[in-house]
């Protein structure tokens, strides 16, 4: 059997003081002497009372924690996100309570649920890729009146606040240096979701090809994962393919990495035979040989922005916020993987 946990009602048994005068103690209420705050206290710390924060909750009508939902906390770009969400918030006396969707909707949904029955102030989220876009979850988190923000992966769907980098620009800076590079059979690496990120940074890829006046090629597009394995499976059909191409811009870091595997597997020359181009500056990207150029998304100031927005919505007296977004200004990162001598 586990171990049944103290209450204030153990503590003030103990003290034989009522519990009211314990709970006013453990909050500092300044009608409660010194001399019993700090006897309160030493009770609490021998009985290892631990306060419950969802009942406090419930008293109060706030938490103090905010929810913060990613696909996957091992990637560098959410972990940075959530140290920006932290640096405003933890001054502010908040703390987030984070969980991870693994890509899949019914993690998501049931986080969200987890979340709401936390009784957190407000959830930050970056949504899953998809194919259902289903937002019912989310949709009922506006409903109950807390504030929701989405970061990074958001969709026009909702009607909240949003924190993006401007992918379609970013897909553009890559594509066009790609070309300024001297080449003209351009592979793109794209997701076979409907997420946002993936469809701006095509975006961008298509408008800087029309830019140039270089025709586009439904075929030169490849639908995968956008993990390790699914640039390695892409690659290695584009090579069994025989398609003629002198660059690949994958519109992430890992789908780039995995393609840059194979390439160095079969003595395909990067950049030479063929440049290479990522999306994201996942920490890795500086340290392959040769290291990837590659596009930063800035997701501390990410994060930055997306507790600011949070904490607006969250001191605002009207009932119905405007939803805002914020977008952030990304930046080409040139590394050897795509740079032709003489150019």
Known sequence: MKPKKATIHDIAKKLSITASTVSRALNNNPRISEATKKAVFKVAKDLNYQP????????????????????????SFFSSVIRGVEEVANTLGYGVIVSQSYEKIENEISVVNSLLNARVDGIMASIVDNKTENYEHYE??????????????????????QVVIDDYLGGYMVTEHLIKQGCKKIIHYTSDRTINIYKERYRGYIEALKDYNIPFNQSFVFKNNMLLDGGRDSTEKLLESGQKFDAIFSASDYAAAGAMQVMKEQNIKIPDDIALAGFSNEPFTSLTDPPL?????????????????FFEILDSTKKKVIPQKTVLHPELIVRASSLKKGK
């Open 52 to 75: 419950n924060n969802i009942a406090a909750a419930l008293r109060s009508g706030k938490s103090q924690l905010i929810g913060i939902i990613v696909p996957r906390i091992n990637r």
């Open 140 to 161: 009922n988190v506006i409903k109950k009146g807390i504030p929701l923000v989405l970061f990074d992966r958001t969709t026009k769907e909702i009607e909240t606040s």
């Open 293 to 309: 150029t590659t596009v930063s998304q800035f997701p501390i100031e990410m994060g930055q922005a997306a507790a600011e927005l």
